[in-house]
Nanobody
Framework: QIQLVESGGGLVQPGGSLRLSCAPS????????IGWFRQAPGKEREGVSC????????YNADSVKGRFTVSRDDAKNTAYLQMNSLKPEDTGVYYC?????????????????WGQGTQVTVSS
């Protein structure tokens, strides 16, 4: 059974930073594209960032451009989402997801497996 485990969430003040990690069990991450999503209370899940399987190209939602960076370390079998200059509107549950396609997408339908999510709260 494929499992993804996110970690690194927490409470941070506006302007602060967090780094989320996503680690799989029983498979190697380099065979998949990776997406990061978030869901705020009462809102739909939205795509935040993604990184391709093919060449490591990255894509970000307009709302996080210049602040969030997605990366992958295949040697450590872990993906990351570095979040800087956090704002209260970044609050939500963050999920990583993997898909077998070579490209990546900010659409949730692209992905096959999901982690359980980690809570990020940005508040003073």
């Amino acid at each position: 059974q494929i499992q993804l485990v996110e970690s690194g969430g927490g409470l941070v003040q506006p302007g602060g930073s967090l780094r989320l990690s996503c680690a799989p069990s029983r498979f190697t991450l380099d065979e998949y594209s990776i997406g990061w999503f978030r869901q705020a209370p009462g809102k739909e899940r939205e795509g935040v960032s993604c990184i391709t399987r093919s060449d490591g190209s990255t894509y970000n939602a307009d709302s996080v451009k210049g602040r969030f960076t997605v990366s992958r370390d295949d040697a450590k079998n872990t993906a990351y989402l570095q979040m800087n200059s956090l704002k209260p509107e970044d609050t939500g549950v963050y999920y990583c997801a993997i898909g077998s396609g070579y490209m990546c997408s900010l659409r949730s339908s692209w992905y096959d497996y999901w982690g359980q999510g980690t809570q990020v709260t940005v508040s003073s």
